[in-house]
C-alpha cells in the first residue's frame, strides 16, 4: 500500500479493494441463503421461521467478532502507515488470540440462554425443535466464522483481498455442493444444513492459516507479549461496530417477537426471506465498508486526513448507488422471488409487498453503514457509536414496536426505512463536524 498510489487513484484504490471484499461478503451471505433455500424447500416454513428466530445469536457472535478484529485491524493499520511493522504483528497475532477465546466464551453464553430465549419468544412444537437442532450444530461453526473473519479482515489489510475472494469463493462450494449432500441425497435434515456450514467453515480456516503461515508478507503467525493496552484499544475502537451489530440483533428479537403476534409463523418466515435480501444488501456494504477502511485508517495515520475523508465521500456514494440498485432490482422481480423459499400463499403475499417497501431503506443505510466504519477507521469510536446506536436500536426498536400498531406487517416494513432516513441527519451532522475540523 503506497501513500502517492492512493493519493493518484483514490477511487481505483477503493475498489482494487472493496470488489474482492464485496465478492466474499456476498459469498458469505449466499451460504444463509443457501441454507434457506435448502431448508425451505426440504425441511418446510417451520424450519425457515426457526432459523430467523436465531438471527439475534449470529447477530452477538458478529458483534464479538467485529469489535475484536475490526478494532484490531483498524489499530494495525494506522501502525502499518506508520511505518511500525513490529506494532502491526504484535496487534494481529493478539487479536486473533483474542477473537478465538471471545468466540468461545460467547459459545458458552448461547448455550446456556437457548431455552429462556425460546421461552420468551413463546416459540413452540416444530419450531422450537428446529431451532435447537439447527443452532446446536451452529454454535461451532459462529466459533470459527469469528475466527476467519479476524484472519480475514488482516489478509485484506496487507493488501491481499483477492485471495480472501478464493477463500470464500471455495468455502461456499463446498457449503452449497455439502447441503445439497446433507439435505437432498442423505436427508439429514436442519441438522445436515448446518453440520456443512461448519465444514465449509473449516475450509476457510486452513486456507487463512496456511496464507499467515507461508504467504503473507506483513502479518505473520508467531509469539507475542500479551499487551492490555492493544485489547483495550482495540475493543474501544471497535465497539461502534459491536454496538451495531448488538442492535441489529436485539432488533431482530424484537422484530420475531412483534411478527409472532401479528402474523405467526407464516409472518416470520416471509421477514426471514426479505431478510436474505437485506443480508445481501448488509454485506455488500460491509465489504466496502472493509475495502475502504485500511485505505482511511493508512491515510489517517499518515496525516492525510482530507485524503482519508475523500476515501469516505467515494464509499458512501457507492454504498448509496448500490441501495438504489437493489431497491430497483426488488421492484423488478419481488412477485417470484419469494417462491424460491416457501410456497404458502400468505407467506408468498408478505413477501411480495414487503420486499420493496424494506428495501427502501438500503440506499440510506448504506450511507449510514459506510459513515461508521469510517469514524471506526480513524479512531473516532465515538461518533460511530452514535451512528450505529441510531439506526440499529433506539430509533428502529421505537419503530417495530409503534408503526405495527398503526400499520400491522407493513408497519413491519416501515420500520427500516424510517429508522435509516432519520439516522441520515445524524451522520450528516457529524460529516459535517469532521469537514469543519480541518
Excluded at 437493489?326 to 404458502?344: E, I, Q
Amino acid at each position: 500500500m503506497e501513500l502517492e498510489q492512493i493519493k493518484a487513484r483514490p477511487l481505483g484504490m477503493i475498489l482494487r479493494f472493496s470488489i474482492p471484499s464485496i465478492a466474499a461478503m456476498v459469498l458469505t451471505a449466499l451460504v444463509t441463503v443457501a441454507d434457506g433455500f435448502f431448508i425451505g424447500n426440504w425441511v418446510g416454513m417451520e424450519g425457515l421461521a426457526a432459523v430467523n428466530l436465531g438471527l439475534p445469536i449470529i447477530y452477538l457472535f458478529l458483534a464479538v467478532g467485529l469489535m475484536v478484529s475490526v478494532g484490531g485491524a483498524a489499530m494495525a493499520g494506522m501502525a502499518l502507515g506508520a511505518g511500525d511493522r513490529e506494532r502491526c504483528n504484535q496487534v494481529f497475532r493478539q487479536t486473533v488470540v483474542t477473537a478465538a477465546a471471545f468466540a468461545a466464551a460467547t459459545a458458552l453464553v448461547v448455550w446456556l440462554f437457548f431455552e429462556p430465549m425460546l421461552d420468551v419468544l413463546k416459540a413452540e412444537g416444530q419450531t422450537r425443535m428446529y431451532f435447537r437442532d439447527y443452532y446446536t450444530v451452529r454454535l461451532p461453526e459462529l466459533v470459527v466464522m469469528m475466527v476467519n473473519s479476524a484472519m480475514g479482515m488482516f489478509v485484506r489489510g496487507e493488501g491481499s483481498p483477492q485471495y480472501y475472494l478464493k477463500v470464500s469463493a471455495l468455502s461456499t462450494a463446498a457449503n452449497i455442493a455439502l447441503d445439497a449432500l446433507a439435505a437432498c441425497a442423505l436427508g439429514l435434515g436442519i441438522q445436515g444444513v448446518a453440520a456443512a456450514s461448519l465444514l465449509s467453515a473449516l475450509v476457510s480456516t486452513v486456507c487463512l492459516c496456511r496464507y499467515f503461515l507461508k504467504r503473507a508478507r506483513v502479518y505473520r503467525f508467531g509469539r507475542f507479549a500479551f499487551s492490555p493496552e492493544i485489547l483495550r484499544r482495540a475493543l474501544f475502537n471497535g465497539s461502534s461496530e459491536m454496538i451495531g451489530q448488538l442492535s441489529i440483533g436485539a432488533a431482530m428479537f424484537a422484530y420475531n417477537y412483534v411478527i409472532l403476534r401479528q402474523a405467526g409463523v407464516a409472518g416470520v418466515t416471509a421477514f426471514t426471506v426479505v431478510g436474505y435480501t437485506a443480508l445481501v444488501f448488509e454485506m455488500i456494504v460491509t465489504g466496502l465498508g472493509q475495502g475502504s477502511s485500511p485505505l482511511a485508517s493508512f491515510t489517517s495515520g499518515a496525516g492525510e486526513r482530507t485524503l482519508a475523508q475523500g476515501i469516505r465521500r467515494w464509499a458512501c456514494v457507492l454504498a448509496a448507488g448500490a441501495g438504489l440498485a437493489m431497491l430497483g432490482l426488488m421492484a423488478a422481480v419481488s412477485g417470484w422471488y419469494g417462491a424460491l423459499f416457501v410456497d404458502d400463499p400468505g407467506a408468498l403475499e408478505m413477501i411480495r409487498t414487503g420486499a420493496v417497501i424494506f428495501a427502501v431503506s438500503f440506499p440510506f443505510s448504506g450511507f449510514n453503514a459506510i459513515t461508521s466504519f469510517y469514524f471506526t477507521s480513524t479512531g473516532r469510536a465515538v461518533e460511530s457509536a452514535v451512528i450505529s446506536t441510531s439506526r440499529g436500536l433506539v430509533v428502529l426498536l421505537a419503530c417495530i414496536f409503534l408503526l405495527p400498531m398503526l400499520w400491522g406487517m407493513t408497519g413491519i416494513w416501515l420500520a427500516a426505512p424510517v429508522t435509516e432516513a432519520v439516522t441520515l441527519a445524524v451522520s450528516l451532522f457529524y460529516i459535517r463536524r469532521d469537514t469543519v475540523e480541518i
